[in-house]
């Protein structure tokens, strides 16, 4: 029964009020709030001696539009408020904080030099999972504070609190603070819709840190309406490893669709750890993310159902970001090394633009793998004097296995150089190929290495991409390869026109692509009995 106002007019209407309680009958409700839940905030904010002006739902029934009129009672009684109060004393508003009511009220406090908060109010775990879920809207503590007036000073102080014992995150803006909120209402809402529902299509979203607002976690949620219910295969939780979330099976819906019906769950979250962010471990994970993730289980779960945290191998696998900056062309991107399900280390290139897809990728030498290369820095920094510098990193030409390719694509090129020439001889044939896109430049020293008889020429747009793949991904350029700075079909087209050099004199061209998501082949391999369960956490 959905008893819900159509408009916010009819929070006003008094016809609407005794048709909700005919129809309620003599079922409980409260929207704003039991005491259980509201306590802490009142708590936390309500002090013995101290003056606080106590509103449960009164701004929001008062507040029904926005006409003259209406304004004209609300700025009465808001300035009432502020006459009552001496200075640190408090305003506590419980509120839907629907958008022109939140856009009121910190509007109206902050011109008048009061801080403003507004505080999310928790929902207690048995109103997230009981049968009959309330409506979607959170409810919201505005926390107003008088302050002195400072003649001339223009300071507004604008913060929100997520959490109960969170720490508040100060906000730019009244713009920035109404945003956050309608986000933290978006995904209460999308939370009611994956409890009422399953199936509802992709759906990912990102959960971000509370003290810098950057992405920590991207979550996807997969349901498996084909899974037959059972006591313990409702609800599951998937950490995939650093440096994996590239890969078909964890970066592609159908991939994610193909882990979930191997798990064997009815839904199936997947984590990915974003870059940049500090992780101590699948524990320390597990107990950050038990209550988000709590919010996103389906509907019909068993009182205390142990949900289970998988991933690959038990752990949260490995990334290093070796080196991040900002090209004028191609944006922002790192380069990182990573481990894979094969213990191999591997260098990548990624554009942060799209985060999902490797460019360019080399396998590095086992001498200089991840534990090495930090016991060597661990060690120096035991020799280096407390003032010297940090060292660069080692130069990385030294630690590129040049002789594997680890692009499917790059390896069908290579094979089919075999159509140019008898295969026998070709190595001892002439090549002249034409590489469009450098990348990391695995692709051309590949056949710079491999073929001694080959003269390649690259083409690259972006001088940057040049630099990264000399200094990182062991690129050198020589009498037999040169790269050539330009747009690509423009070198081309400046080929078939110049006099003396055709562009029918290369033997073949080579288009670098830089669109490999994964690896299906190798992801697919990856079945029930390999995910390793951690400690379960009960609701």
């Not at 289970?308 to 949260?316: A, E, K, R």
Request: with cysteine; glycine share 8%.
């Amino acid at each position: 029964m959905n008893l819900l106002p159509k408009s916010c007019q009819e929070f006003g209407s008094v016809d609407y009020w005794e048709k909700f309680f005919q129809q309620r009958g003599r079922r409980a409700f409260e929207w704003y709030g039991s005491y259980l839940e509201l306590c802490g905030v009142l708590h936390k904010y309500i002090k013995p001696r101290e003056k606080v002006v106590l509103d449960k739902g009164t701004l929001d029934a008062v507040l029904t539009d926005e006409e003259e009129k209406t304004l004209h009672q609300v700025d009465r009684m808001l300035a009432e408020v502020g006459r009552v109060l001496q200075v640190g004393g408090r305003y506590l508003c419980i509120s839907l904080a629907q958008a022109h009511i939140l856009k009121k009220a910190v509007g109206h406090f902050s011109r008048e030099g009061w801080m403003v908060r507004v505080h999310q109010v928790a929902n207690s775990q048995d109103q997230v999972l009981e049968a009959e879920p309330r409506f979607s809207l959170p409810v919201f503590a505005f926390i107003m504070t008088k302050f002195r007036p400072v003649p001339g000073s223009a300071l507004q102080i604008f913060e929100l609190c997520a959490q109960e014992q969170g720490k508040p995150v100060r906000l730019e803006s009244a713009e920035r603070l109404a945003e956050a909120v309608r986000e933290r209402q978006q995904y209460a809402w999308l939370c009611s819709q994956l409890y009422r529902k399953a199936g509802l299509g992709s759906v990912s979203l990102d959960l971000c840190d509370g003290d810098t607002g950057e992405p920590r976690y991207t979550l996807h949620v997969v349901d498996s309406p084909t899974v037959k219910p059972s006591r313990d295969n409702h609800f599951a939780i998937f950490i995939i490893p650093q440096g994996r979330e590239t890969e078909w099976l964890f970066g592609m819906e159908e991939g994610r669709k193909q882990l979930a019906a191997s798990a064997g769950f009815r839904r199936l979250i997947t984590v990915a750890l974003h870059r940049g962010q500090r992780y101590e471990g699948m524990d320390s994970i597990q107990a950050e993310l038990s209550a988000r993730v709590m919010e996103l289980a389906p509907a019909g779960m068993p009182a205390q159902q142990q949900v289970p945290f998988l991933s690959v191998g038990g752990d949260i696998g490995v990334r290093t970001v070796q080196h991040q900056d900002c090209s004028p062309l191609s944006g922002s991107y790192v380069v990182e090394d990573v481990q894979g399900d094969d213990k191999h280390y591997f260098r990548r290139l990624i554009f942060l633009s799209n985060r999902n897809v490797v460019q360019s990728e080399a396998r590095l030498l086992k001498d200089v793998s991840h534990r090495a290369q930090k016991k060597r820095k661990k060690d120096r920094k035991k020799q280096r004097p407390a003032d010297a510098p940090e060292d660069l990193p080692a130069a990385p030409g030294q630690s590129i296995d040049k002789s594997y390719l680890c692009c499917e694509h790059h390896k069908a090129m290579i094979a089919g150089l075999a159509l140019l020439r008898n295969p026998e001889l070709l190595l001892e044939t002439p090549l002249a190929l034409l590489v469009v896109g450098l990348g990391g430049g695995s692709l051309p020293l590949f056949v710079h290495d491999h073929f001694p008889k080959s003269c390649v020429d690259a083409v690259e747009i972006d001088p940057s991409m040049l630099e990264v793949a000399t200094q990182w991904f062991g690129f050198s350029q020589s009498d037999r390869m040169k790269v050539h700075i330009a747009d690509g079909l423009d070198y081309i087209t400046s080929l078939a026109g110049r006099e003396g050099t055709a562009i029918r004199e290369f033997g073949g061209v080579l288009r670098e692509e830089s669109s490999r998501v994964g690896r299906p082949a190798r992801a697919s391999r990856i079945h029930l009995e390999q995910l390793a369960l951690s400690q379960s956490f009960t609701r």
